[in-house]
C-alpha cells in the first residue's frame, strides 16, 4: 500500500484548513477584545453530569440555580463597575442591560403549571441562548391547558466562561429531569418537546433515548425552530483550537468570538467549547437517525414540525432535509419554510446570493416523504404573505392560504435568531417599549460613521424577531392540539 504523502491531496486539503484555522485564531487573538471576569471565571455551583446523584429532580435542579446564581452575584456582579460609563454591560449592577432588573430573572428555568392540563410542553433553548427566547410560546401554551416547563441548559443563562466547561452529557441528563419532572405531573397525558437551535437536536436524542427503551416517556410530538441539525465542518478544529487556548498567550483562543455583553438574555461571545459540542452533537444525532432509518422501525420518529428560514448564517439549511426530514417515515411530518421578501430581492438587487436553490430543492424534489408549507411572497410584485402548502412527494401547491400579513419594511429576509420572537418583544421586538432604564435590542434604526458603535453593524443589521410570529405560534398550537390524544 502506498504511503500517505504531503502530495496526498486529501492531507494538502487537510493540512491547509488546519493552518487557515490557525491562522484565524492568531489573528483574533491579536485583535479581539481582551477577556474580562466573565469569560474567564468558573462558577462551580453550575449542574454537571458528576452531580446527577445529588440533583435528580427539578425541584433539586431549582435548588442548585439559587446556589448557582447567588455565586455569581458574589463573583461577577459585585466585583464589576456601576455607573453611566457600564450602563451597556449586562455584569454591571443596575445598568440596563442588567437581567436581575426585571420581576424574574428570565435566564432562569421556570415552570408553568396548570391544575387540569391538558397535555406537557418541555422547551428547550439554543446553545448560548437562555430560557427567554421561548417564553412568549410557553406562556401562550400554558394559556391553553398545558403544563410547560423551561429548562436552563448548563453553562446558560450566568457568564460566557459557563460555555468554556459544558458537555454534551451535562446537557442530556438536564433533559431528563425536565422530562421526569413532566411525566411525574402529567400522569401519562401527553408530552410534547420543542426545541430552539441546539435544543432541537437535545429533543431528538432523548427521542431516540426513549424510543430505544430507556425507560421514558416517548414524546407525542416534536416541534423544532432554526433546528441545528448540521454546522459548517469548520467547527471539527473546535476542540483542537480549544485545548491549544491553555497555552502561554493563547488564552483567547477559548473563544469563537469576544464581544461586550450587553445582552441581558444570551451571549455575544461564544465559546470554542461550545462549538464543539454542537458539532459533535449534530453529528452523532444525524448519525442515529440514519441508523434507525435503515433497520426500519414502525416509528423513526414522533410527528415532527420544522420551522426553518430559507437563508440562516448559524446552522446549515440543508441538513434540516439530509440528517432528518429525508430520513422520516412518510405521511406524518412537516417542514414550514419561511421565504425571503421576493418583492424586495426583486427591487433592491442587492442579495449577494438568492436561496432560491435550496427552495427548488424541498418543493420540486418528487421523493421527499414530509409536507411543506412555504410561507412567501403572493408574487414577486407583492407584498402580502401567502402560505402553499405541498403533501408529501408532491411538487404542486394542494393550498394556497393568503396570510393577511406583510412583509416590514426594509426587511428581507428572517434570520436564525429571529424565528421564536414575537414583534411584540420588549427586548428584541419592532417597536421600542420605551421602558425607562431597559435596554432595547430589537430594530433599531441608527445611521452615521462607521467605527462609532460599540454594536457591531452586523449585530444591528440582523433582524431579532419574527414578523410572522403569529402564524409559526398558530400553527404549532394546532399541531400539538391535533396531537394530544
Not at 403549571?113 to 428547550?124: E, I, N, T, Y
Not at 411530518?333 to 442579495?351: G, P, W, Y
Request: include cysteine; charged fraction near 20%.
Amino acid at each position: 500500500m502506498r504511503p500517505t504523502t504531503i502530495s496526498d491531496p486529501g492531507r494538502l486539503r487537510k493540512l491547509e484548513s488546519i493552518m487557515v484555522l490557525l491562522l484565524v485564531a492568531a489573528v483574533q487573538s491579536c485583535s479581539s477584545m481582551p477577556l474580562e471576569p466573565w469569560h474567564t471565571e468558573e462558577l462551580t455551583e453550575e449542574f454537571t453530569r458528576d452531580k446527577a446523584d445529588e440533583i435528580q429532580s427539578f425541584e433539586d435542579y431549582l435548588q442548585l440555580e439559587d446556589r448557582l446564581f447567588r455565586q455569581q452575584d458574589e463573583l461577577i456582579y459585585a466585583k464589576t463597575d456601576t455607573g453611566p460609563g457600564e450602563a451597556l454591560n449586562r455584569y454591571s449592577s443596575g445598568s440596563n442591560a442588567d437581567p436581575r432588573k426585571y420581576e424574574t430573572n428570565l435566564n432562569r428555568s421556570y415552570e408553568l403549571a396548570s391544575d387540569q392540563p391538558r397535555g406537557g410542553v418541555l422547551l428547550l433553548h439554543g446553545m448560548s441562548d437562555s430560557p427567554y427566547v421561548l417564553r412568549t410560546l410557553g406562556k401562550k401554551l400554558h394559556e391553553q391547558g398545558y403544563h410547560v416547563v423551561g429548562m436552563r441548559m448548563p453553562g446558560h443563562g450566568t457568564v460566557p466562561s459557563g460555555l468554556r466547561h459544558i458537555s454534551h452529557s451535562d446537557m442530556t441528563a438536564v433533559v431528563r429531569i425536565g422530562m421526569a419532572h413532566l411525566e411525574k405531573q402529567l400522569n401519562g397525558k401527553p408530552i410534547h418537546m420543542i426545541g430552539y437551535s441546539n435544543g432541537a437536536p437535545l429533543a431528538i436524542e432523548f427521542t431516540l433515548d426513549a424510543l430505544e427503551g430507556n425507560g421514558s416517556t416517548v414524546p407525542a410530538s416534536l416541534v423544532l425552530i432554526s433546528p441545528a441539525l448540521g454546522i459548517h465542518p469548520a467547527a471539527g478544529m473546535a476542540r483542537f483550537l480549544d485545548n491549544m487556548s491553555f497555552l502561554p498567550g493563547l488564552d483567547s483562543w477559548s473563544y469563537t468570538e469576544i464581544e461586550a455583553e450587553f445582552d441581558p438574555f444570551k451571549y455575544n461571545s461564544f465559546a470554542t467549547n461550545a462549538a464543539d459540542v454542537v458539532y459533535s452533537l449534530t453529528r452523532s444525532v444525524a448519525r442515529r437517525v440514519k441508523q434507525r432509518a435503515k433497520s426500519k422501525p414502525d416509528i423513526i420518529l414522533p410527528p415532527v414540525l420544522v420551522f426553518k428560514s430559507t437563508v440562516d448564517a448559524t446552522v446549515t439549511t440543508d441538513a434540516v432535509i439530509d440528517n432528518l426530514l429525508d430520513n422520516l417515515e412518510p405521511g406524518r411530518h412537516e417542514l414550514v419554510l419561511f421565504d425571503i421578501n421576493r418583492h424586495a430581492a426583486v427591487t433592491s438587487k442587492m442579495l449577494i446570493e438568492d436561496p432560491a436553490p435550496f427552495t427548488k430543492r424541498v418543493l420540486k424534489t418528487t421523493d421527499k416523504p414530509f409536507a411543506v408549507t412555504l410561507v412567501t411572497n403572493e408574487n414577486e410584485e407583492s407584498i402580502l404573505m401567502v402560505a402553499k402548502y405541498f403533501a408529501p412527494f408532491s411538487t404542486e401547491p394542494e393550498q394556497v392560504g393568503k396570510l393577511e400579513i406583510t412583509w416590514p419594511p426594509g426587511v428581507i429576509s428572517l434570520s436564525h435568531v429571529a424565528l421564536p420572537v414575537a414583534p411584540d418583544d420588549p427586548v428584541y421586538g419592532q417597536v421600542h417599549p420605551h421602558k425607562e432604564g431597559f435596554i432595547f435590542l430589537g430594530k433599531i434604526a441608527i445611521q452615521g460613521e462607521r467605527g462609532l458603535l460599540k454594536v457591531s453593524t452586523d449585530w444591528v443589521l440582523r433582524l431579532r424577531y419574527n414578523p410572522f410570529y403569529d402564524y409559526l405560534e398558530s400553527r404549532t398550537l394546532d399541531w400539538i392540539s391535533g396531537l394530544n390524544g
